[in-house]
């Protein structure tokens, strides 16, 4: 890093704050020491630091993630979203089965580089700084994740059965499709989780975002995806996650005939046996939730095999409303 006062009054006009001192950043490993204001200087292009970004997931919104920032573009002041190098490892218990996870910012350089112009899946490219972090500069979607968009519905569980959940899934359908595409492509998203499909206000599009996250599975190398994929399912057919404590409050009736096999096997309070909190849930969607539970004992191993099921049993849902 270095002083650079001649940057100060583009840095001021983009931020509209009254910087008193930039600093042209050439180097980003020690990401914790980057504040707003920072230009960040990547083969040739520059960027201004506005502050970190926030993990959004179940109510840690104040927990700000360091090596994510918010931008904006030297050139032409559009927003952007830094993600800088940051590595971590841990475990995953998964079926059974031990999991490595861990991040990975070339792969999600390479899955950037794959799904350019595909709008299932967020936009960006990667930048090399002056010591070789691949930076990777990110489109910002205007709009918010799945549970944002599904809590703006106005009605009770029954009323979103009727008028909307079929126009939910047939959307939610074209995104399995697309990390079903992903998989063909000999690549995962290695995250799937509902505050990663984000629904963009301008096209209507759902995008999947965050790609930086992989695993190792050798049983089933998109398993991980898939089980994802089933947690986002039963959030989207339940419009919320429901818990065994959830239940045994709103429905206590309900909850005496749960037992453990109506759970996911890998959040185990997490209920996937919908149809017993909600009877009029048609059999043939509750049983693509049932593949997902610690009862089953057949898991989808493809995206294909969960769309086999799971597009019919969307054909028998209420038409519902229109978008």
């Not at 707003?36 to 083969?43: K, Q």
């Not at 918010?70 to 089965?97: H, N, P, Q, T």
Request: aromatic content about 12%.
């Amino acid at each position: 890093m270095r002083e650079a006062p001649e940057l100060l009054e583009r840095a001021r006009e983009l931020t509209r704050r009254r910087l008193k001192k930039v600093r042209l950043v050439t180097d980003t490993t020690e990401f914790m020491q980057l504040e707003p204001g920072d230009v960040l200087e990547l083969e040739g292009r520059r960027f201004v630091l506005k502050g970190s970004e926030y993990e959004g997931r179940f109510g840690l919104d104040e927990q700000p993630k360091y090596w994510v920032k918010r931008a904006l573009d030297w050139e032409d002041g559009s927003s952007k979203i830094i993600k800088l190098v940051f590595y971590e490892e841990f475990d995953m218990a998964l079926a059974g089965f031990t999991l490595r996870c861990y991040r990975s910012p070339s792969k999600e350089g390479r899955i950037l580089a794959l799904v350019k112009g595909n709008p299932n899946f967020m936009q960006g490219f990667t930048l090399r700084d002056a010591v070789g972090n691949q930076v990777r500069v990110l489109e910002r979607i205007h709009g918010g994740p799945l549970d944002q968009h599904l809590e703006e519905l106005q009605c009770n569980h029954q009323q979103y059965f009727e008028r909307h959940l079929r126009r939910v899934l047939t959307k939610l359908s074209v995104a399995f499709e697309a990390i079903g595409w992903l998989h063909n492509q000999g690549e995962r998203h290695g995250d799937v989780r509902r505050d990663h499909l984000f629904v963009d206000s301008d096209s209507g599009s759902w995008s999947w975002i965050d790609f930086d996250y992989n695993f190792e599975f050798k049983q089933n190398p998109y398993g991980l995806d898939l089980f994802g994929l089933g947690n986002v399912l039963a959030f989207a057919v339940g419009r919320r996650d429901l818990t065994h404590y959830w239940v045994r409050r709103e429905f206590p009736e309900a909850a005496e005939e749960l037992r453990p096999e109506d759970f996911s096997p890998v959040i185990k309070n997490r209920l996937m046996n919908l149809k017993k909190v909600y009877p009029y849930l048609p059999d043939s969607l509750n049983n693509v939730l049932l593949h997902f539970s610690r009862g089953s004992g057949v898991f989808y191993e493809r995206v294909e095999e969960l769309m086999a099921e799971l597009t019919p049993a969307i054909a028998e849902l209420p038409q519902g409303e229109e978008a």
